[in-house]
């Protein structure tokens, strides 16, 4: 792709041509990501199951945002196209799959070890008293 932007009488305007030069060193960024990516898409079968949702949530969320990106350039407002709605059901796919990643690398309680202890009794208030255990306590007046 010719990255060589002529800009004509638009040259004297600094902002404008800053503007564009940046939006051209993003796209160059990205178009690199891209080819780096896409190429897995060969191996897609052989790839785990977490790798291939990661792979396909990146590259749905970098297309439509390019495409975002094109109706903007295009003077089209997209808050009022179809792309809103699809980028935020991305968004919520992508923090849905977050939330599962988040889930598996909680601390899972070993429910047979605590039925152990519970079981053996962890705390035993007459140990911890230093009293025997009596069924009849007596109660005497002078203990107020």
Avoid at 114 to 134: E, H, M, Q, V
Wanted: with cysteine.
């Amino acid at each position: 792709m010719d990255w060589d932007l002529k800009y004509g009488e638009l040259a004297k305007d600094k902002d404008f041509v800053n503007n564009c030069e940046s939006l051209k060193e993003n796209l160059m960024e990205v178009q690199e990501v891209l080819d780096q990516l896409l190429p897995l898409k060969e191996h897609y079968d052989k790839m785990t199951l977490p790798s291939q949702i990661e792979l396909d949530l990146f590259l749905a969320f970098t297309l439509n945002s390019l495409h975002w990106i094109h109706l903007r350039i295009q003077g089209i407002d997209p808050t009022k196209h179809p792309i809103k709605d699809e980028l935020q059901r991305i968004k919520a796919v992508m923090l849905k799959w977050q939330e599962v990643k988040d889930r598996e690398k909680r601390p899972v309680v070993d429910v047979e070890a605590a039925k152990r202890f519970i079981k053996s009794g962890l705390y035993d208030p007459y140990k911890a008293t230093a009293r025997p255990p009596n069924k009849k306590i007596k109660f005497s007046d002078n203990d107020e």
